[in-house]
């Protein structure tokens, strides 16, 4: 398998596992090209790279990250071995520093000054409900404007004339905490958009981490990720990047931004957001554009399921040893927990459940299930479900808990009842049935 280092080098790696499909018939930057990654997401299908855009130079990418299968190939690894790839990669004492070069892949083409425009870029409206294009798969490059260390996030970008942008930004990111240091300089914050990447930087962009997430991708990869200066601002990017865009935050500047598709596959609402001013476009010879279909499989895998299941796992793990994997499952947006236990005493899968509800706020429904079940499979936690849950003895409710404030079902809090349950088969009720099982085959042999 060839060494991933960059985009190109994880297309080779998904084409060669099946994971990537060629799309060469025309689509529309306005829903199409959505709309068919969406269904491919949904139906299990590869990963598109859509090679003849409508108003497009440039091929786009999508779904880069959004199953297992596509997960344990961007880490180098097989499929239940994801959680712990991330675990190892996490942990700070792993962080591998990126190194600097002079050189970038993306200073091929430089636009800068008067003659940017971001409308001239390949930007999807990918659903019918957004308030426009979006920038969903970019990942902001910015520094701590005291300490200078780097950071990696997800923010939303809307177009909005040819050198700006509204940039969603939560209030707990770090990158806020930069801008708010410069606005009370009345200083703008600096800051580079990379598109088209290493799933690794990706993935790394997507968790909460006091250092550089650089370094997670560095830990992903065991060496550094080569960055370079930006063209117009003092950020060290990734310098494999498809794509860049450079400018600056200024202070006190809001305008209003949105609607966009979710995590939670509901449509945002309009937020008075800050405004990017580009400065620069940067990108390498003929790039491959990158975006991220918002409130989809691969929006909730990097942004929940690949930074948080190693977080949850340890502390399932702490109440119980018999723990021996964890999913949070992507048709849950994020909010569904499912454990493997290897029960010893009828009280774990409660005492479990409860662990994971500590863990982090999100997660509303924890499901506890034998090692015979695929956590990875709904159809197989379903067959649990219906198979090994008496709804009046084996379920818990702990209402009035925090959970998160974007969940439909909370209040605007985040206040909101979480359900565990015990979805193991032998609560000695009655005599243990076993269960009918067919052998693995490849079938590629047969077909």
Known sequence: MPKIHDLRSYLQVLEAAGQLVRIRRAVSLEHELADVAAALERQGGPAPLFESVTGSPWPIFSSAVANQQRAALALGCDKPQVVEV?????DPS??????????????????????????TLPIPIHAVGDGGPFITGGVTVSKDPISGRGNLSYNRMQVKGPREMGFDVNEWRHVRQFMDVQEAKDAPLPIAIAIGLDPAISIAAGARYDGDELLIAGAIRREGVPVSRGVTVDIDIPAEAEIVIEGLLPPHVRQGEGPLAEFHGYYGRIWESPVFQVSAICWRDEPIFQTIIPGWNEHVYIGNVLPREPLLLNFAQHVSKNVTGLHLAPYGSGFLAIVTLNKKNPGEPKNVAMGVFTAHVNVKWCIVVDGDVDIYDPADVLWALTTRVDWGRDIFLVPGSQGHEMDPTADTRGVHTKIGVDATADKGRREAAERVRYGDVDLSKYL
């Open 94 to 119: 792993q962080g591998i520093p990126p190194v600097r070069i002079e050189s970038a892949a993306w200073k091929a083409h430089v636009v800068t000054g008067d003659a940017v425009d971001v409308r």
């Open 86 to 90: 991330m675990r190892r990669a996490l």
